[in-house]
């Protein structure tokens, strides 16, 4: 079985919940966990947080988040793979390996903590960052369902 969607929003904070509960309806055919669920949730909320506050400055820009998913699933051992991809045409990130390190924020003074990176990347079995300055980001997951967790 496969499943794919994709949904362009405005990278507005009151669309970040729409986004998690989208992606959390998308992903019940794989029968997660309230566990799971919780950490998908979680990883949608964090990437699409990143997009409104970190990936559009400048006045005037077409303010768009992009979310893709696509679900597969293995009949033989019942698992499935949640596969997520967020993404802005916003400014872009300098050094991403430095903006994955916990607690590094490009915000000082703001009440943020730095570590959405971690967070979506303790969350998930996959996860990865692409970024080109000036053109934007792009975040990409995987979570499997019904894995045994090693």
């Not at 993404?87 to 390190?101: F, H, L, M, Q, S």
């Amino acid at each position: 079985m496969s499943n794919y969607m994709k949904l362009e929003l405005s990278a507005l904070s009151e669309n970040e919940s729409f986004a998690r509960s989208v992606v959390a309806g998308f992903c019940l055919p794989l029968n997660p966990t309230l566990t799971e669920l919780s950490d998908i949730k979680t990883a949608v909320s964090e990437a699409v947080t990143n997009c409104v506050v970190h990936g559009y400055k400048r006045k005037g820009e077409d303010k768009t988040i992009t979310l893709e998913c696509s679900i597969r699933k293995d009949e033989e051992n019942g698992v499935g793979e949640l596969h997520i991809v967020v993404c802005d045409n916003g400014c872009g990130i300098e050094d991403v390996e430095r903006a994955k390190t916990p607690f590094f924020t490009t915000l000082e003074g703001e009440e943020r903590s730095g570590m959405g990176f971690t967070i979506m990347q303790a969350f998930m079995h996959e996860f990865s960052v692409e970024s080109e300055v000036g053109k934007g980001t792009r975040v990409t997951m995987v979570k499997r369902i019904g894995a045994q967790e090693e």
